[in-house]
């Protein structure tokens, strides 16, 4: 067995490794090293594998919204390792990507541009570089690398059409903040669609899938937030937050707390009710150990572990 096995299997030594691994992001952070292993999701994948996920991500974005495409502007946040989706997004329409990201994942450029050549390829988008396929050579795309979404969406007086993420919000340190600012950048017609992940992203693996909730809020932060690993905004913040952005939307449940596979995103009363037991049983066997404001939240929303949040800016 490993060392970091055997952290891992004490719930004390696993929090005390990422107390000391976030006072090390946070120094890296505060000297300017940007570079993270984190979001590089197409890291070990075949371009075929890529390319299934940059088509299903993309069309994921379409389904939630109701929409056939993306036009004018439109930010992605948390690109990660790959432009690809941003790729599709200006070639069905949209007039200019800006990718915002807190970090800059480490990427392949060479496996890059194998996914942006194929993707140019099947879709038709050789119009959309400035010479070969290449991150560096995509047209109306502006990549702002440092920029968290918090300062972003208030700072840089940009309006946008449509406003995306996908597994991005559970690592912002203020994500309803980072909401407001987004409201306030949304053109009239405009479009957010956020996918929200609210598992521990494998931080207690091993260990009850809702012990990321069991700790101080002065502990968790430590543990989380020079690192980006997730905060602890559930559904319930989520919901109250849209009830007042001024906004219309409404919010689907993606996955279940202990339920492996996801959901097609439905409101609660629509979910698989044989999943929906499952789920409310794990909140019940960790309820006696919830830090206090977790306690006082209902088994159902302690149950929802992914969302997906869409709202509009009425007009245009």
């Known amino acids: ?24 992001a946070r120094r890296r952070l505060a000297a300017g090293r940007l570079e993270s292993a984190s979001g590089a999701r197409h890291a070990g994948l075949d371009i075929a594998a890529s390319l299934r996920y940059v088509e299903r991500v993309y069309g994921d974005y379409l389904a939630y919204g109701g929409v056939t495409h993306f036009s004018g502007s439109v930010a992605e946040i948390g690109p990660g390792d790959s432009f690809a989706v941003a790729l599709r997004i200006l070639g069905a329409g949209a007039g200019h990507v800006h990718a915002i990201d807190r970090w ?18 099947r ?16 047209k109306n795309l502006t990549y702002h690398a440092g920029q968290p979404a918090e300062a972003f969406f208030h700072d840089s007086g940009l309006r946008f059409d449509a406003i995306l993420s996908r597994a991005v919000m559970e690592h912002l340190y203020d994500p309803l903040a980072a909401l407001d600012g987004m409201a306030r950048s949304l053109k009239p017609g405009g479009i957010m669609i956020h996918r929200i992940d609210l598992r521990d992203h494998g931080m207690f693996s091993g260990h009850h899938p809702l012990t990321l909730l069991t700790f101080s809020d002065g502990l968790h932060r430590r543990m989380t937030r020079g690192a980006g690993r997730p905060n602890r905004v559930l559904i319930d913040g989520y919901r109250e937050w849209l009830q007042h952005s001024g906004l219309s939307g409404g919010i689907t449940i993606s996955r279940l707390a202990g339920v492996g596979e996801e959901q097609d995103p439905a409101p609660w009363q629509a979910l698989d009710d044989s999943a929906k037991s499952r789920a409310l049983e794990c909140v019940r066997t960790i309820r006696p150990r919830l830090s206090g404001r977790f306690k006082a939240m209902a088994d159902e929303d302690l149950a929802v572990a992914g969302l997906v949040l869409v709202a509009r800016r009425n007009g245009g």
């Open 1 to 24: 067995m490993t060392f970091r096995a055997l952290i891992k299997r004490s719930v004390a030594l696993t929090c005390a490794y990422y107390l000391h691994d976030d006072w090390r």
């Open 104 to 121: 800059v994942s480490r990427r392949d450029g060479e496996a890059q541009r194998r996914i942006y050549g194929a993707l140019s390829e």
């Open 123 to 138: 879709h038709g988008l050789g119009h959309l570089f400035e010479g070969v396929p290449a991150e560096e050579t995509i």
